[in-house]
């Protein structure tokens, strides 16, 4: 069997008190993982959950406090250097020097990878004319809308051949055909070439779409590891949406009697119900005497999973 | 060590020189700025008090004081640079390694300095037929000596950034200037009050101008006080370099992520 590009185990980042007196802080506790090859995997949670701490430690701009990171079989802490010419990133929120063109930025992050001369020239032609972005090659950074500025940091991730990139929600700032576009290229790179994608982002439509396996961080240690569907079907309650014409108020109250959350949507109760619970409910509404006009059933989404995990205390 | 990451961080310094000039503002500016007030005043005090060399002295040691100048300049400033365009992540999340940045930044002190040099001898011999030539080869070891006190100076203000964060950033310019006075630049070791003599006997480039002070009035080269001020010097740039790569750490330990 191949082995993992990328072998994290037992990852832990305490950091110190801010203050003199105070309590270091757990940022990660114990988290263990890998990145198959070609996989694209999800690294999901909410704010504060972890996920840029685990992203600076895969990088090496942050040190762990306990735990290994392996890439490609090697120690990280050990061979640095050597793991980062094949592993690369791109984030939203960070940027590359202002005063530099798009092109010399891309030359200087090019030469950093040795990857120059007409290889660099025929590779940033393509990355850059895929995006978009082409005619603004001799722009100074400051002067491309955060949009392009994040198409830019996508070329420069997958400009040196990388075997491993790390994504950090690369469509945040993108319209949504972009974000399409962006998601095509991820995996069409990802298809050419085998590369591994470790991916987060606030958009669970887009994490189902292109996720192969999503893991779930919450206070810093993993909850969950799994395929996006299976995640989302591990929620049992489903959001059952009833078009009354008449009786809304009664719909409400008999829900509430039977202590599950409801709301109103213009003429449309919207009730969350497990869904084996569903026949039961509408018999009772029935002997009720309780109409409705239309019923829908939304299927839990991994969407719905997040929330379910980010309020479970 | 990497030859094609070090030209990437040469490119990446090199190239906001076609467009920026706060960067040329350093680099010749003020350095000419300087080089006029200093020239006129140093030819006032020699034509006022018939001391010919007290202007050679004076314009040797602007020249060696811009030495010192830029050479920490493009280190700390480098470093600050990095953190005020939020490219500190994306730097060090590449395969360069740090003595890379180190060996970089040193070389492109170098090249800088060479620059503004260039310009400002040019200025010197030119309106005020100095004859800079006067120290012959000895010109050599007192520009090596004040690289090195440069890159001492640069380090250790990197790695109090690094350590403290931007909150400090005063240090690549305070720095260098609370070394200025206990240099005996402009005025010999003697006239200091004893006590601050201790100090200035600790700092390098003290006995550099108190050569070329003593050179220009027609003495000797003092084998002696060479030897310190490169004994110290090298002592001193192994402490920095030491302290900055001890402040790396440190910063990676707290995150590279704070400065963005």
């Excluded at chain 1, 079907?233 to 959350?261: C, E, H, Y």
């Excluded at chain 2, 200025?123 to 006067?134: E, K, R, S, T």
């Excluded at chain 2, 080269?221 to 001193?236: D, T």
């Amino acid at each position: 069997m191949k082995k993992s590009p990328l072998i994290v185990q037992h990852l832990t980042k305490v950091f110190p008190p801010e203050k003199k007196g105070g309590d270091p802080f757990t940022a990660i506790n114990d988290i263990s993982f890998e990145l198959k090859a070609g996989q694209i995997l999800g690294l999901l949670g909410p704010n504060g959950a972890g996920k840029s701490t685990t992203i600076s430690m895969l990088l090496g701009v942050l040190s762990p406090t306990k735990g290994s990171i392996q890439y490609f079989g090697q120690d990280f802490a050990k061979n640095k250097s050597g793991a980062l010419q094949h592993v690369t990133f791109a984030s939203t929120y960070i940027k590359m020097p202002w005063r530099l063109t798009v092109w010399e930025n891309l030359k200087v992050y090019g030469t950093l990878y040795d990857v120059q001369g007409k290889v660099f020239d025929q590779r940033m032609e393509r990355f850059l004319q895929f995006f978009g972005v082409w005619d603004q090659r001799h722009k100074t950074m400051n002067m491309l809308s955060a949009g392009q500025t994040t198409r830019i940091m996508l070329a420069k991730a997958f400009l040196p051949y990388p075997k491993i990139v790390l994504l950090d929600e690369p469509t945040a700032s993108l319209d949504p055909d972009i974000a399409h576009q962006v998601r095509k290229f991820v995996k069409m790179q990802r298809q050419e070439y085998g590369v591994s994608i470790l991916y987060t982002s606030h958009n669970m439509a887009e994490v189902t779409d292109v996720c192969d396996e999503v893991m779930f961080l919450k206070k810093g240690q993993i909850v969950a590891i799994d395929d996006p569907l299976s995640l989302a079907r591990s929620v049992k309650t489903t959001r059952m949406r009833l078009l009354v014409k008449d009786g809304l108020k009664r719909i409400v109250k008999f829900a509430k009697a039977q202590n599950l959350p409801v709301s109103i949507d213009d003429r449309e109760a919207i009730i969350k119900i497990d869904e084996q619970k569903i026949a039961q409910f509408l018999a009772k509404l029935a002997e009720e005497n309780i109409s409705y006009s239309q019923i829908a059933i939304d299927k839990p989404t991994l969407e719905d999973y997040f929330l379910q995990m980010s309020q479970e205390s | 060590m990497k030859l094609h990451r070090i030209k990437a961080l040469f490119l990446r310094h090199l190239y906001p020189l076609r467009r920026d000039f706060d960067l040329l503002s350093d680099m010749l500016y003020w350095p000419l700025i300087d080089t006029l007030l200093w020239g006129i005043t140093s030819q006032w005090l020699a034509e006022t008090s018939g001391e010919a060399n007290v202007a050679l002295s004076i314009l040797m040691a602007l020249l060696m004081w811009n030495i010192i100048w830029r050479a920490q300049s493009e280190i700390s400033r480098n470093l600050i640079d990095e953190i005020w365009n939020n490219n500190l992540v994306n730097l060090f999340s590449t395969p360069l390694m740090v003595r890379e940045w180190l060996v970089s930044v040193m070389a492109l002190s170098v090249i800088k300095m060479t620059f503004t040099l260039t310009i400002i001898t040019t200025v010197i011999v030119g309106m005020w037929q100095a004859n800079l030539l006067f120290f012959g080869w000895w010109l050599l070891p007192f520009i090596a000596a004040m690289v090195t006190t440069g890159w001492w100076i640069g380090f250790i203000s990197a790695g109090i950034i690094l350590r403290f964060g931007p909150k400090m950033q005063t240090v690549v310019w305070t720095l260098p200037g609370a070394l200025l006075p206990f240099s005996a630049v402009f005025f010999p070791l003697e006239r200091f009050p004893e006590t601050l003599q201790i100090v200035s006997r600790m700092v390098p480039t003290t006995y550099i101008f108190e050569t070329m002070r003593a050179l220009a009035a027609g003495g000797a080269i003092n084998w002696q006080a060479l030897l310190f001020s490169f004994g110290f010097n090298f002592l001193y740039l192994a402490l920095a370099i030491w302290y900055f790569v001890r402040s790396m750490r440190y910063s990676v330990k707290l995150g590279l992520g704070r400065f963005n």
